[in-house]
């Protein structure tokens, strides 16, 4: 069975989470204590990964680390489908790639915020809201042109890709760190989209379903 190395309130290893329960994989979560005790660098979990960050995961001995390339792993080995990760189809997987690199943005900038103003965390805050606004604004007219063409996700297929589940954390919870969703309702559309997904689960304490 696999295990994943879990913090509650990361919206990384919330990713994972999001995946193993669409697919329907079973798992076992264990507890990391992010913050305030800071587990993720004690020379314990750096025995699992030397870098020191979550999420990982162990999947009967095999270990792999970072959120977006444990995604592709989980999508690989467990969707049957091959919808989520589009190995078949390589312009779809193309694009599936670029959006996960937008998303590392919406980590170094609207994730970040929220570590800022919910954890205390010491960044230019200022910058980090004005950088989400940049691209929440170019998310939002790519949603809405993809949606006049009958294509509602991030990446131009018919179904979601874990392109959408690697952005929607950051885009869901930014709120909390201080940028709102109220102008851009193509984006807002697309996350209600997201949570209507068979198999979405709730980030537990953070919002409603």
């Known amino acids: 069975m696999i295990t994943l190395y879990d913090y509650e309130l990361s919206v990384n290893c919330y990713k994972q989470r999001l ?4 697919l329907g994989v079973p798992y076992r979560r264990q507890p990391i204590d992010f913050f305030p005790g800071r587990q993720h660098h004690s020379e314990a979990f ?3 990964n030397p870098f020191g960050h979550i ?23 467990y969707d049957p489908s091959g919808q989520w990760y589009p190995v078949a189809d390589p312009h779809l997987l193309g694009e599936v790639a670029s959006w996960m690199l937008v998303a590392e943005g919406t980590t170094s900038t609207a994730s970040a915020a929220r570590l800022h103003d919910t ?9 980090l ?9 170019r998310l939002d007219d790519h949603v809405w042109f993809h949606e006049r063409q009958g294509r509602p ?4 297929a018919a179904h979601p890709t874990i392109a959408d589940l690697a952005l929607f954390p950051d885009v869901m919870l930014s709120d909390q760190g201080g ?10 559309r697309w996350t209600d989209r997201v949570k209507r997904i068979p198999g979405f689960t709730v980030m537990a304490g953070i919002y409603p379903a």
């Open 153 to 156: 996700w991030m990446a131009s």
């Open 19 to 22: 995946l193993l329960g669409i």
């Open 55 to 77: 999420p990982v995961i162990d999947d009967d001995g095999y270990i792999l680390a970072d959120a977006h390339a444990i995604l592709v792993y989980l999508a690989t080995r």
């Open 46 to 48: 750096r025995q699992i």
């Open 119 to 127: 954890l205390g965390y010491e960044f230019d805050i200022d910058a």
């Open 129 to 137: 809201r004005a950088g989400a606004h940049r691209l929440f604004r």
């Open 179 to 188: 940028i709102s969703l109220l102008d851009y309702p193509a984006l807002r």
